[in-house]
């Protein structure tokens, strides 16, 4: 059986690369990220759920690219706040506003909001579409609460904010391997790792 030789990732993020191919190491596969793998599309972000994001991600990325292809899409859902900023992490306050900022806001959002009440969620879904153009999507999540302060200058985005209850500290506080093991990105990737695997072992190609 062919096997797949190279996996295209569909993002810019470069703290999201960092993660995710240590996370997929066990694959042994090499990630590329579009512009390693010199691809330029523009990609329009419209879907109304994490997973209609990633597939999107992923489909614009493969119709230029062939080839495997993943993308996530992820997020912070803050339960107070009716899930806010949900499929909106990226742009909440504008895609230009530093995530200082932007933790400082939710923070001030959840002023004199007790401990049993800031309940939060960071959510995953990936998306691949394999080399026959079929596709699948898988979706994970990581439970914790909004802290009261940031702590921690690990990770990226909303990490410094975000309190596993496990560990008592924030996900900016962990070492990276430690929160590959317990986040969402981790989880939903190590599951489509399975799903590539399982690709390669069928006769779909
Ligand atoms: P995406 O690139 O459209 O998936 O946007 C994801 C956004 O959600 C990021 O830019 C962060 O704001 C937030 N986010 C997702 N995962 C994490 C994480 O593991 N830590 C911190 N923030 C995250």
Do not use: W
Not at 66 to 92: C, M, Q, T
């Amino acid at each position: 059986m062919p096997k797949i030789e190279k996996i295209i990732f569909a993002t810019k993020n470069k703290g999201k690369v960092r993660e995710i191919s240590e996370i997929l190491k066990f694959m042994d596969i090499p990630v590329l990220t579009m512009e390693e793998a010199g691809i330029e599309v523009e990609i329009v972000e419209n879907g109304k759920s994490f997973e209609e994001n990633a597939l999107i991600k992923a489909k614009s990325v493969h119709a230029v690219s062939g080839g495997l292809v993943l993308a996530d899409d992820s997020g912070l859902e803050i339960d107070y706040l009716n899930k806010e900023p949900g499929i909106y992490s990226a742009r909440y306050m504008g895609e230009n506003t530093s995530y200082h900022e932007k933790n400082m806001n939710l923070i001030g959002r959840l002023e004199g909001v007790p401990d049993d009440k800031r309940t939060a969620r960071f959510v995953c879904a990936v998306a691949a579409v394999f080399p026959d153009g079929t596709h699948k999507v898988v979706r994970a999540t990581m439970e914790g609460r909004i802290g009261y302060k940031e702590a921690g200058s690990n990770g990226f985005g909303y990490d410094p904010i975000f309190i596993l209850p496990k560990y008592g500290v924030t996900t900016a506080e962990l070492a990276p391997e430690v929160k590959n093991q317990e986040s969402h990105r981790g989880k939903a990737l190590r599951l489509m790792g399975k799903e590539i695997m399982d690709y390669e072992d069928s006769d779909n190609k």
